[in-house]
């Protein structure tokens, strides 16, 4: 066994999007250790909420990341309602729900084509961010936005959907399901997909229990966790859900716990649309936080649960708000799936968990 | 211009943006809006790029990571500024971590602004980064004749 080695990996590396820079301690060609080094992203926008409103920061919070922004919107525009106990009209939250889902279609896909594209599949990237694009065309004709939608206010959201473009909503899911199944039964068939993939980055149940995964990433673990099963809002309208589980707890069962949720989110989607209530899409919020009044809420973001808390001080502004963002908590867990692997398989341990940084440092 | 003299390869780096930038720098490149039919290639390698696309403002951490890609790119090269956080902050400019726009570390040729950039936007810098490219190629040659 020769000396260990650290291999510098990243701030900018080909298969990152974003800057998260690694020490790889390498031993021959396994990594024995890994040590992570972040804040390359870090802008302290939390601190914002002393100089915006709270009207304001949702614009703000849904900049904490372009993926997750609808997501992050959606968990602000909540906690700030519990915080001063608003009751958001049945028609918003369906709306809410529709828009969160198809985001979730949409960073999967895309994630699908980053990880396709780590392991050398790069006409299978072209393909799910070619699917991900009419997504996108729907985001355009519903809200005006591509990535950053604007579309949830404290007490609501600013624009409905209409019947005809809910029917053409269902209509591009249908078309798009039709091609996704093809290449997902592609990339869950590929022989060199499974070399790539099977047994590489294993993390056990217990492992994830005890770093406290969150997301796909758990539940390929078998950690049947997932906020959307405590049926909030209009998630509780669902006939049936059930988090998508693994247990092979490998890049390979993540990969296949993310193909499963599309289709999924897909199902949603098309359930809330034929049981959309009619009536108002916001109430009006007036006021402003009561002194010390504190709230929290938890949220199933495209990579896992997010907590957010506020507490307010009277004034328009609040006190305090904090996010504990689903990467932060999964990056523990790419620390203890690294070790061990083969040095060529780390961009495929990282790319499986998903990370985003811009939501871990803000 | 009516036609590109030159088939730019860009190299991407995230400055401290939220993301939805970097993903419409990727969208560019893909099946949507194709840029690879202009040749846009993109590169992980600073030597072998022309255009440098930087989203995302500078911060401590993260300025000399961006001198650092920049000063590896070889003569004649040109920065794209996307999105409005790279141009100016954006709506990060009070945080206590953001230095401001990409000018504060690196001269800036093209900005492209915009929450998130939209990707014809990011096409079209990216045409305007070519005619800057024959620009400073064209200046560049001048000089080596003067000398």
Not at chain 1, 51 to 67: L, P, S, V
Not at chain 1, 151 to 160: F, H, I, P, S
Not at chain 1, 293 to 304: D, F, K, T, Y
């Amino acid at each position: 066994m020769s000396k260990a080695t650290i291999i510098p990996f990243g701030p900018q590396h080909p298969v990152l999007p974003e800057p998260l820079h690694l020490d790889l301690v390498v031993q021959d060609e396994t990594v024995v250790d890994c040590i992570p080094q972040i804040g390359f992203v870090h802008r302290g926008l939390e601190k914002l909420v002393e100089t915006r409103d709270y009207n304001q920061f949702i614009y703000i919070a849904e900049r904490i990341c372009g993926i997750c922004a609808m997501g992050h919107s959606l968990g602000y525009a909540e906690t700030v309602e519990s915080l001063m106990g608003v009751e958001v009209p049945k028609r918003a939250e369906y709306l809410r729900v529709i828009w969160h889902e198809l985001s979730r279609v949409h960073s999967h896909l895309l994630w699908l084509g980053l990880a396709a594209d780590a392991f050398g599949f790069e006409s299978m990237f072209m393909h799910c961010w070619r699917l991900r694009e009419r997504v996108l065309d729907l985001f355009e004709k519903t809200t005006g936005g591509r990535v950053i939608l604007s579309v949830v206010k404290v007490g609501g959201v600013v624009r409905d959907i209409d019947a005809t473009q809910m029917a053409e909503i269902v209509s591009v899911l249908d078309g798009l399901k039709d091609e996704y199944t093809q290449i997902m039964n592609t990339l869950l068939t590929d022989t060199s997909v499974k070399n790539r993939t099977v047994g590489v980055g294993y993390l056990s149940a217990e492992d994830a229990t005890a770093l406290s995964m969150v997301g796909p990433f758990a539940r390929a673990s078998n950690l049947a966790y997932d906020v959307r099963s405590f049926g909030r809002g209009a998630y509780g309208d669902l006939s049936e859900f059930a988090p998508i589980t693994d247990t092979a707890g490998d890049c390979f069962a993540r990969v296949k716990v993310r193909c499963l949720e599309v289709l999924q989110s897909i199902e949603i989607i098309k359930e809330l649309a034929a049981k959309m209530p009619a009536g108002d899409i916001a109430v009006d919020v007036k006021g402003a936080p009561a002194d010390g009044a504190q709230a929290s809420n938890v949220l199933e973001q495209p990579r896992g649960e997010c907590y957010y808390y506020a507490r307010g001080n009277g004034s328009k502004n609040l006190e305090r708000m904090r996010m504990r963002t689903p990467t932060s908590q999964n990056l523990a867990g790419m620390t203890v799936a690294l070790k061990g692997c083969d040095l060529a398989d780390v961009n495929m341990i990282i790319l499986t968990i998903d990370p985003c940084i811009s939501c871990t440092e803000r | 211009m009516a036609f590109a003299s030159k088939s730019p390869w860009v190299i991407h780096y995230d400055g401290s943006s939220c993301n939805g930038c970097d993903i419409e720098v990727l969208a560019t490149l893909c099946p949507g809006f194709d840029g690879e039919r202009f040749g846009v290639i993109n590169t992980g390698n600073p030597k072998h790029a022309d255009i440098f696309l930087v989203t995302g403002s500078v911060n401590e951490q993260n300025i000399g990571v961006i001198k650092e890609i920049y000063n590896q790119m070889l003569e004649p090269k040109v920065v794209v500024a996307c999105g409005i956080c790279a141009c100016t902050g954006g709506v990060f400019h009070d945080c206590y971590n953001v230095l401001g726009g990409v000018d504060a570390a690196i001269p800036v040729d093209v900005y492209a602004p915009g929450c998130a950039v939209r990707p014809e936007q990011l096409i079209d810098a990216i045409v305007a980064g070519v005619a800057a490219l024959d620009e400073k190629s064209a200046a560049l040659k001048a000089a080596r004749k003067g000398a």
